[in-house]
């Protein structure tokens, strides 16, 4: 068998490896005699600036392959700098505080693309338990977001995060549960988050990968650059694992029936209940209000848009209840669903509040979201019914009477 290794040298040559053949590697002043085996074949190329002769003499090739190189070096090194190194801050004192790490706010305004990130941060203020968003860009070990630390112990995974507050703090949404209302709520939540997750992820960054660039949070003179380098790595990284998983096997229209099928398996199940197991709260709805959130708010006219807002519109009240309740500042236009700051200085961008603690923020917000009604005059909206009249009006709680103190 024969192989072939190819060096640059100052002067231009290609050196062909071959049997019981040594050389002088000349490395850091090192006299080693490196040994390969095979033939030697060595002989010029035309000196026409290096290794890149052998592409050709052309000039425009030459300066094409450089810039374009160069550039490519350039965003990666960059977007590795952005996405993984640890931003020089004064470090984190995690001492009887939980510290959840995370991806940073998308431009849109929704508080992540990352259903998982949102699910752990719906359920701390579902909670009622303060804590201090860290927009670092470091994964956990896993490779995965989000993550806390709490007393300088770190804690990776959403499922493990929620078992370990439940320990160590005491907190749980699920007490007034019997042994079997925690079994169906766990099935629930492992059919969203094993299965319905697939599809929304395929809608969000395959199928809609564009629209997805937009809400990119990405700043910096080549930030254009780098949102499409970061979608299409992310939509890459993502066909290849719904492969693995199976789901990403079947065609489009197969991948979207599986999640209709998903979707009024949720509808359901929910019913005319406020929650999903029952008139409480439990750690279900924060996983099911997290992965509906991209059909409702960051997924226009696509599919699974057009059902939560038409058919199975019992799940749009369902995401609309909880997000009135726990997420005051996230304000959505129910004319447009586009988001939108209500202060004078309005942005897009959602606040980083920083510590937070629902108890502190949200009883000052609870009467300041009336119900909206639509007069004769006004068009109707995706949220209103053919009389004009907003479908949230007789549904809508702002109270907090039933939440159980942790």
Not at 133 to 143: E, I, V
Not at 261 to 270: C, E, G, I, P
Request: include cysteine.
């Amino acid at each position: 068998m024969y192989w072939r290794v190819g060096f640059a040298w100052t002067r231009s040559c290609v050196v062909d490896l071959g049997q019981s053949q040594s050389f002088s590697s000349g490395l850091l002043g090192s006299d080693e005699q490196l040994s390969f085996y095979g033939y030697i074949i060595a002989y010029p190329l035309q000196d026409y600036g290096g290794i890149m002769s052998a592409l050709g003499s052309d000039s425009w090739w030459r300066k094409t392959l450089y810039l374009t190189g160069g550039a490519l070096l350039a965003a990666a090194a960059y977007l590795l700098h952005e996405l993984l190194a640890i931003r020089k801050e004064e470090e984190l004192d995690s001492k009887d505080a939980i510290i959840l790490h995370q991806f940073s706010r998308p431009k849109s305004g929704v508080p992540s693309l990352s259903p998982f990130c949102l699910k752990m941060e719906t359920y701390l203020r579902m909670v009622d338990l303060p804590y201090q968003n860290y927009f670092d860009g470091k994964l956990s070990p896993q490779g995965k977001m989000p993550w806390i630390e709490y007393n300088r112990e770190q804690v990776f995974g959403t499922e493990f995060i929620i078992d370990y507050l439940e320990e160590r703090l005491g907190v749980s949404l699920n007490k007034s549960l019997t042994p079997q209302e925690k079994a169906v709520s766990r099935a629930i939540t492992k059919m969203v988050e094993e299965h319905f997750y697939w599809t929304i992820a395929y809608c969000q960054w395959v199928d809609n990968l564009e629209e997805t660039q937009k809400m990119l949070s990405v700043s910096g003179p080549l930030s254009d650059l780098l949102k499409w380098i970061l979608s299409h790595l992310t939509g890459g990284i993502v066909k290849r694992e719904m492969y693995g998983h199976g789901i990403g096997r079947f065609s489009e229209d197969e991948v979207y029936a599986l999640m209709e099928k998903d979707m009024r398996t949720l509808a359901t199940l929910l019913g005319d209940k406020k929650y999903l197991m029952g008139s409480k709260l439990s750690t279900v709805d924060a996983a099911v209000f997290s992965h509906l959130a991209p059909a409702m708010w960051t997924l226009p006219g696509t599919r699974p848009e057009h059902l939560i807002k038409g058919e199975l519109i019992n799940l749009a009240m369902y995401c609309e209840r909880i997000r009135r309740r726990f997420w005051p500042e996230w304000f959505v236009d129910l004319e447009d669903f586009c988001y939108s700051d209500t202060s004078e200085d309005s942005s897009s961008k959602l606040a980083d509040l920083g510590l937070y603690s629902r108890t502190d923020t949200f009883q000052d917000d609870t009467h300041t979201h009336t119900s909206q009604t639509h007069s004769p005059k006004d068009p109707l909206s995706p949220s209103s019914d053919p009389t004009g009249v907003s479908l949230y009006d007789s549904d809508m709680d702002t109270e907090c009477s039933e939440m159980d103190k942790c």
